[in-house]
C-alpha cells in the first residue's frame, strides 16, 4: 500500500504543478514559479510559530500571503525600479528565501521543520501517515487528501477561468482595452501557484517543485501547439514521472523525489528529440 | 493648425502623459470627427503608441481627459476596438487563429459565457473579409507577418465596433497585403465606422487619410489631410530631416493632391 500513496502523491502534486506550469512558461514567468518555491519558506516558519502545529491551513494561509508578497515586490522592483526582471526575481526570492532559513535556525528547538526536507522533501513520509477518513468508505493520508483538493480548486480554475487565463496571457494590453482586469488574474494564477508550491514542497521539497512546475508544461509545449492539449500533456507527462520515479528510486535505491525529477528530464529530452513539430531529429529526417 | 470639430467621436483635452517623470506626450488637445480615416503621423519616439494607449486607459494620465463618444471609456467600451502592435504579442503562442479572432468576442460576452455559434459566425466572417478564411484553423505560429497582422484585424472586426485605434497596421506586410488593408479600412469608413491608425510612411499618408495628426510629444497640427500637409507643419514635426522633407515637397507638387474619392 505504500507504494500506491507515495505515486498518487507525487501524481496529484504533478497535475496540479504541471497545468500551472503551462501559464508560467508562456507568460515567460516560469522563473516567478522558482522564486515563490522559495520565499513562501518564511510564510510557513511564521505561519508554524503561531500556530503552533504544521496544520495545513495556516501553513497554506501564510504561504499563499508569501507568494503574493513575492510576486509584488518583483513587479514593484521590475515596473517602478527598471531594474531587469531577472534581476528582480533573483534579488527577491534569496532574500525571503534567506530570512525563513534564519527564522529556522532561530527557533529551530520549536519548528520541526528541517533545513533538508525544505530543499529535498521526502515523499515516502507519506505512506507513514495515519489514515483520515473525510468521505465515509475513503481513506487517505491527509497530505494526499490536501494535494487532491488543491488539484480538483486548480482544474476547476483552469475551466472556468480558460478565456480569462488565455486571454491575459496571450494579449493582456488588448484583455486590458477590452475591461478584463490583468491584475487579478495575474494575482489569481501567483496565488495559486503558492498554494499548489507550498502543498507539493512537504513532499517534494522546494527545488524539486521548480522541476514539476517547468518540466513537464516544457516538454508540452515542445510536443502541441494547442493549448489545451498541451495542458493535458504536461498533467500526463507529470503522472508518467510519477510512476517511472518511483520504480526508478527503488530499484535504484536513492530518492524519489530525486528519481521523479529525473524521469521529467529524460522526458523532456526525448520530447526535444522526437516531437512531431519541434523534434529536432524529426525536422532533420523531414528535411 | 489644430481644427477643432463641433460633436467629435473623440475628444482628448490638455493630455500630458509621463513615464519615469519624462513627459512623452505634452498638452496634447485635438477632436476627431465621425466617420473618417484618420492617420497618426510622427516620428519614432513620438508618443503616437503611447496616445493610443492612453485613449485606451492602458497608460497613466498625468492630466487632462478623454472622451469617447462624450463619455468616459468604460461606459462606451464596447464600441471601441483596440488594434495593438503586432510584435507585442508573443507570436509562438500554442493558439490557432480562430482562437485569437474569438476574442474579439470576449467583450462583448463576458469571460465566463462559452463561446456560442453566432460568435463563431463572426469570427468566421471576419476572417473572411481580411482573406484569412483559409487559414482559420491554422496555428499562429506558422503565419507570416502580414497574416498575423491580418488575423489582428480580424479580431478588430470581431469585435463589432464604431471607432477603431489601429497601432501601426502596415508595419511589415508587403504592398499587396497593406493594398488590401486599405481597402478594409475603406470598406469600413463607408460603413460610418471611425478608424484612426498610427502609420509611417508620410507618402501613403497623402493618398489614405482624411484628417491627419501630427505628433511629436507636442501636438503639431490636427486637421483635414491636405490642409495639414505642409512643409513647414511636416517640418516641425520632424525636425531638421530635410532631405526627407524636400522629397515630400516635391510629391505634393507633383501630385497636386489627388482628388480622393469619398
Ligand atoms: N514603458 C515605457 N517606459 C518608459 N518610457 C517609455 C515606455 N514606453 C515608451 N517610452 C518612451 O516614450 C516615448 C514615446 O514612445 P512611443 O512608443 O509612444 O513612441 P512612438 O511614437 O509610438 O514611436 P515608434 O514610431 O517608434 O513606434 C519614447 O521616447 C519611449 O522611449
Ligand atoms: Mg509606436
Redesign the pocket.
Known amino acids: 500500500m505504500s507504494d500506491f500513496w507515495i505515486i498518487l502523491t507525487g501524481c496529484l502534486a504533478s497535475v496540479s504543478c504541471g497545468l500551472l506550469g503551462c501559464f508560467l512558461i508562456l507568460r515567460q514567468m516560469a522563473m516567478v514559479g522558482d522564486a515563490i518555491s522559495h520565499a513562501v519558506l518564511p510564510g510557513i516558519v511564521i505561519a508554524f510559530l503561531f500556530s503552533g502545529s504544521l496544520d495545513s491551513v495556516p501553513m497554506l494561509i501564510g504561504a499563499a500571503t508569501f507568494g503574493v508578497i513575492t510576486t509584488y515586490l518583483i513587479e514593484l522592483f521590475n515596473k517602478k525600479g527598471g531594474l531587469q526582471k531577472d534581476a528582480s526575481i533573483g534579488i527577491t526570492f534569496t532574500w525571503l528565501f534567506a530570512i525563513g532559513v534564519i527564522l529556522i535556525s532561530l527557533y529551530a528547538d520549536d519548528v520541526h521543520i528541517d533545513q533538508d526536507c525544505v530543499l529535498f522533501g521526502e515523499i515516502a513520509y507519506v505512506a507513514l501517515e495515519p489514515l483520515v477518513s473525510y468521505i465515509p468508505g475513503l481513506s487517505a493520508p491527509s497530505t494526499v487528501w490536501v494535494l487532491f483538493i488543491v488539484m480538483l480548486l486548480i482544474i476547476a480554475m483552469i475551466i472556468f477561468g480558460y478565456k480569462g487565463l488565455f486571454l491575459t496571457t496571450f494579449d493582456p494590453s488588448f484583455a486590458a482595452a477590452i475591461g478584463v482586469s490583468t491584475v487579478v488574474w495575474h494575482y489569481l494564477l501567483m496565488s495559486a501557484v503558492s498554494v499548489t508550491t507550498v502543498v507539493s514542497f512537504e513532499s517534494v521539497g522546494a527545488i524539486l517543485v521548480v522541476a514539476l512546475l517547468i518540466a513537464p508544461a516544457a516538454t508540452a509545449y515542445l510536443i502541441t501547439d494547442k493549448l489545451p492539449k498541451m495542458l493535458v500533456i504536461a498533467a500526463l507527462v507529470g503522472v508518467i514521472a510519477s510512476f517511472g520515479g518511483y520504480y526508478l528510486a527503488v530499484w535504484l535505491d536513492a530518492s524519489v523525489a530525486a528519481a521523479i525529477a529525473s524521469v521529467l528530464g529524460i522526458e523532456f529530452t526525448l520530447a526535444f528529440l522526437f516531437s512531431p513539430q519541434d523534434g529536432i531529429i524529426i525536422k532533420r529526417l523531414r528535411r | 493648425m489644430n481644427i477643432q470639430v463641433d460633436n467629435p467621436v473623440l475628444e482628448v483635452h490638455d493630455l500630458t502623459v509621463s513615464?519615469?517623470k519624462?513627459p512623452?506626450l505634452w498638452d496634447v488637445d485635438f477632436t476627431i470627427p465621425y466617420g473618417n480615416l484618420v492617420g497618426i503621423i510622427?516620428?519614432?519616439?513620438?508618443?503616437?503608441?503611447?496616445?493610443i494607449?492612453a485613449i485606451m486607459g492602458l497608460v497613466p494620465k498625468g492630466s487632462g481627459y478623454i472622451k469617447l463618444y462624450d463619455d468616459s471609456l468604460d461606459s462606451v467600451r464596447h464600441k471601441v476596438s483596440y488594434v495593438p502592435?503586432r510584435e507585442s504579442v508573443d507570436w509562438d503562442f500554442p493558439a490557432s487563429v480562430l482562437d485569437v479572432v474569438l476574442m474579439g468576442r470576449y467583450g462583448k460576452k463576458g469571460l465566463l459565457k462559452r463561446v456560442s455559434k453566432k460568435d463563431k459566425e463572426i469570427a468566421y466572417e471576419s476572417l473572411k473579409r481580411v482573406n484569412m478564411l483559409d487559414f482559420a484553423s491554422r496555428q499562429i505560429s506558422q503565419l507570416s507577418g502580414g497574416q498575423q497582422q491580418r488575423t489582428f484585424l480580424a479580431r478588430a472586426l470581431a469585435q463589432e465596433a464604431d471607432l477603431y485605434l489601429m497601432?501601426?497596421p502596415f508595419a511589415g506586410v508587403d504592398a499587396a497585403t497593406e493594398r488590401s488593408i486599405v481597402d478594409l479600412l475603406l470598406e469600413m469608413r463607408k460603413e460610418g465606422k471611425t478608424i484612426v491608425v498610427?502609420h509611417?510612411d508620410l507618402q501613403s499618408a497623402i493618398d489614405y487619410f482624411d484628417w491627419t495628426l501630427l505628433?511629436n510629444t507636442r501636438l503639431v497640427a490636427s486637421g483635414p489631410t491636405e490642409k495639414v500637409f505642409t512643409t513647414e507643419l511636416l517640418q516641425e514635426t520632424y525636425g531638421g530631416k530635410l532631405t526627407l522633407l524636400s522629397k515630400i515637397g516635391d510629391l505634393m507638387k507633383e501630385k497636386q493632391f489627388p482628388a480622393r474619392e469619398k
Open positions: 513615464y519615469d519624462k512623452v510622427g516620428p519614432n519616439g513620438a508618443g503616437k503608441s503611447t496616445l494607449k502592435q497601432d501601426e498610427v509611417h505628433l
